[in-house]
């Protein structure tokens, strides 16, 4: 196969590369590099099947020959991201996802869209099944990207039903693992930074909020599964084990074993206070499970955030 991943050097993007070459197939990444970094795939410089194009996907995309699979990544995705790049978020939400199902519908491709959970908004429901049509506040200054997202959903499902496009849907639950930014903004490497430098955890609100935490081997695991199945309806991704963030604080101080205090400071605008996906369709129609332990993967990632704080000094 011939696959373009768009934000193909970001975090879960460059994952995937490596596991499409590592298959024997054909690579073309594509990104602006406004959050992806060229370090997370310099390693494949000079592989004969992988190529990299510069390029922001909400313009025209422009590849040569026969494409056989679109997976669309593009996309700040962490807070701190697109809330510093709130016009860049809605853009290829929408401008982005419009050019690369029209490449996938020129091709005749398969296209996968990298959507969220964050599409549940703070969720009424729980744990959050693909029927759940969520809580957004769309004026809210997190609502840049949950809007981008649910209206990436609707303009792929309309390519489907009015062009016949063969699309696939992921819901993608918090999902961790090395290649992550130190300065990402979320949690998983919020936590592993500041255990790892002696500073206090930050915890925003009383820590009562919770998550789940899906490994990066075990998300890919799932896309590909996604991307090779005939499942068009939406499909959570995630890890159903739920933690409340003062407990995963506790295990970050225990892996670590820093000795860094926990702190508390305000509740941002609009956090979710609940996330937590039910993954019986993925179990159902993928029969896929995530198998990685959060204490191995969260002790990997912590060995890729020392190599990385090592290059720093």
Known sequence: MKVLVTGGAGFIGSHLCDRFLQEGHEVICLDNLITGSTGNIARLAGHPKFSFIKHDVTNYIFAEGKIDAILHFA???????????????????????HKALGLAKEKKAKFLLASTSEVYGNPLIHPQKEDYWGNVNPIGPRGVYDEAKRFAEAMTMAYHRYHGVDTRIARIFNTYGPRMRLNDGRVVPNFIHQALRGEDLTIYGDGSQTRSFCYIEDLVEGMVRLLFSREIEPVNLGNPDEYSIQDFARVILQVTGSRSRIVYQTLPTDD?????????????????NPKVDLKDGIGKTILYFQEKLKEET
Do not use: E, H
């Open 75 to 97: 996309s700040p995705a962490s807070p701190v991201d697109y809330l510093q790049y709130p016009i860049q978020t809605l853009k290829v939400g929408s401008l982005g996802t």
């Open 272 to 288: 979710p206070r609940v996330r937590k996906p039910d993954i019986s369709r993925a179990r159902a129609v993928l029969g896929w």
